[in-house]
């Protein structure tokens, strides 16, 4: 079993920003990829940003070159650095992780969502 809980949404104008964590707890015993996919009212989840173990993350056009993913291994946690926000960008944001269990069991596990809200 893995939970994953996350921290960090809010509410804020455009052109704030706001920090999102993701931590993972449970039966790890390691952690492939981490991302991070949100959902906006009456839209598809869409994938935001990914990280693979090695460090390397990969962004949505519509973010790249205002959010910035990233991961601490050793506290199991995925972190979305989210700059100039924009109204479009309102949405629940869900962590979403590749684990492979202490029994080596290999997994995916959602988040529960955190709400993000940007006024204009």
């Known amino acids: 079993q893995v939970q994953l809980v996350e921290s960090g949404g809010g509410a804020v104008q455009a052109g704030g920003s706001l920090r999102l964590s993701c931590a993972a707890s449970g039966s790890i015993f390691r952690i492939n990829a981490m991302a991070w996919w949100r959902q906006a009212p009456g839209k598809q989840r869409e994938l935001v940003a990914r990280?693979?173990?090695?460090?390397?993350?990969n962004y949505a056009d519509s973010v790249k070159g205002r959010f910035t993913i990233s991961r601490d291994n050793a506290k199991n946690t995925a972190y979305l650095q989210m700059n100039s926000l924009k109204p479009e960008d309102t949405a629940v944001y869900y962590c979403n992780v590749d684990v492979v269990s202490t029994t080596r069991a290999q997994f995916n596990a959602w988040g529960q969502g955190t709400q993000v809200t940007v006024s204009s």
């Open positions: 990280i693979e173990s090695g460090g390397y993350g």
